[in-house]
């Protein structure tokens, strides 16, 4: 490494994205620098399970084993039913269907980001909390202001990565234009401790006709995290702050969930409501500078895949980082893979949106058309579970999904 510079790589944030680049990276010799803001992880309402394609993605960083021995459970059925009509439930064995054979990750987000920061630090990495980033600028090397305490550092470093979250500071400093699209479903979610809710699987509920769904995650030590997914038809339902459990609760409730998953719980975190439109920087790399996670792009987190979509970000940087000895030519090659995912995971989601979550006479007769299809051939759904963004996602795949060929 060039000696003028302070690391060959600055991370900035220390979540699951960051975390495990950082990790990854100092196992391979690369000395990496870690600033993060929080000196103290705490509970807010964010995804805390990760599909069988992320759990893919962990064991190519080699981080699965410890997610699982230090603070996770991997789970291995899901179960889920329509409210709306007399069916059964379906049940599915993740580990003998899924191509990875992975169950379903499930975990307190906190506890996951101490683990890894502590694995990224035992890795090699030079992790600095209390780091508050006060500026970026891109260039050759890109440069870090950094405020520590009562000091600033100008630090420079061969490349810088911005894994800074959905509100990343990083992306307008780095001059990354951000794409949104139009609200279409909310979210709303709370961490439970105790109650009767089962412990064994992810369960959902679905209620297409109101658009609504209802998604319950095992958290270990006897919490669980329930998730409604609503469709917005131009307000929130106010499903923010302590006083609006109950509410919450009778709307989980009203989508047709069972009432024993609430029952005797006590609320154990936060109650927080939040839009769930899919948001992005196209090309998400320029001078020196790249972004990953959700500084990157958000995906709607009503479908559970932003904690994958993390881990292939760190993935994929750190094989194209590895791969070339011209960084900037690993960046553009990193940022034009995540163009082509993450637009297939955005198409695939907004098509089970269409199916799934919309409402009217239209959305009644295209599920009246669709539903009775993927009965007889299940093989016709995209597995967003399962494979997440390497599900087909072309012309003839969103033909076949929706039945008009």
Request: neutral net charge; aromatic residues 8%.
């Amino acid at each position: 490494m060039d000696a003028k510079l302070d690391a060959d790589v600055i991370v900035v944030g220390a979540g699951l994205a960051g975390a495990a680049l950082a990790t990854s990276l100092a196992r391979h010799g690369i000395r990496v620098l870690v600033l993060e803001r929080e000196e103290v992880f705490r509970d807010r309402v964010r995804g805390e399970g990760m599909a069988p394609w992320g759990v893919a993605e962990a064991r190519a960083l080699g981080l699965a084993e410890v997610i699982l021995a230090r603070c996770g459970q991997e789970l291995g059925w899901t179960v889920s039913w329509d409210a709306s009509v007399p069916t059964p439930e379906r049940r599915r064995d993740l580990i003998a269907t899924t191509a990875h054979r992975a169950g379903f990750f499930a975990f307190a987000y906190p506890d996951l980001q101490r683990v890894l920061l502590e694995t990224a630090n035992a890795a090699g990495a030079d992790v600095w909390q209390g780091a508050r980033v006060v500026s970026i600028t891109p260039g050759r090397p890109p440069t870090v202001l950094v405020r520590r305490g009562e000091r600033e550092a100008t630090l420079r470093a061969r490349f810088v990565v911005g894994a800074d979250g959905r509100e990343s500071r990083l992306r307008a400093w780095g001059g990354f234009a951000v794409e949104r699209d139009p609200d279409r479903l909310f979210i709303a979610s709370v961490l439970l401790r105790g109650g009767a809710a089962p412990r064994d699987a992810v369960r959902k509920v679905v209620n297409p006709p109101i658009g609504q769904a209802v998604l319950i995650v095992p958290l270990g030590q006897d919490r669980v995290r329930p998730y409604l997914m609503y469709r917005t038809l131009g307000a929130r339902k106010g499903l923010s702050g302590a006083g609006r459990l109950d509410a919450f609760i009778q709307t989980c409730l009203a989508v047709g969930s069972p009432p024993e998953w609430f029952a005797g719980a006590e609320r154990d975190g936060p109650l927080a409501e939040f839009a769930g439109a899919h948001t992005w920087a196209t090309h998400p790399y320029r001078d020196g500078v790249a972004l990953i996670g959700d500084a990157a792009g958000t995906s709607d987190p009503s479908f559970g895949n932003g904690l994958s979509l993390s881990l292939r970000d760190a993935r994929v940087l750190r094989d194209q980082l590895l791969a070339h000895d011209d960084w900037d030519a690993a960046g553009h090659a990193y940022a034009a893979a995540h163009d082509q995912y993450f637009g297939a995971l955005r198409r695939l989601e907004r098509w089970w949106t269409d199916l799934m979550h919309e409402v009217g006479s239209e959305a009644e007769a295209l599920r009246a058309r669709v539903f009775p299809r993927l009965k007889e051939e299940p093989d016709r759904a995209p597995d967003l579970v399962g494979v997440g963004p390497d599900a087909p996602s072309d012309e003839q795949a969103r033909r076949r999904f929706f039945a008009e060929e």
